[in-house]
């Protein structure tokens, strides 16, 4: 097992910039990838940015060149750094881990809030 938990998140102005950390903690030696997802109202949760087991990272068209994701050597904290926000993408946050077993965890979430 895996436990997740989101800090970071909060309300900003549309071109500003957020941080969200993501600290996991139990089986730390089986995450094979670590990544962000969110979820907007009444939308299906999306895939934001991934850190494959071999270290590359993947991104959504929507946020590339805008959004950071990192991890610490460890696995023990994922990061998205957030510049540039634009109020579409105010949503509910979600850190997620895969573990070797392809069993999925994910923390509670964290709200970001993007006004224009």
């Known amino acids: 097992q895996v436990q997740l938990v989101e800090s970071g998140g909060g309300l900003v102005q549309a071109g500003g910039s957020l941080s969200l950390s993501c600290a996991a903690s139990?089986?730390?030696?089986?995450?094979?990838?670590m990544g962000w997802y969110r979820q907007a109202p009444g939308k299906q949760r999306e895939l934001v940015a991934t850190?494959?087991?071999?270290?590359?990272?993947t991104y959504a068209d929507s946020v590339k060149g805008r959004f950071t994701i990192s991890s610490d050597y460890g696995k023990t904290a994922l990061y998205l750094q957030m510049s540039s926000l634009k109020p579409e993408d105010t949503a509910v946050y979600y850190c997620?881990?895969?573990?070797?077993?392809?069993?999925?965890?994910w923390g509670q979430g964290t709200q970001v809030t993007v006004s224009s």
């Open positions: 997620n881990v895969r573990d070797v077993h392809v069993r999925e965890f």
């Open positions: 139990g089986n730390i030696a089986s995450i094979f990838t």
């Open positions: 850190i494959l087991h071999g270290g590359q990272r």
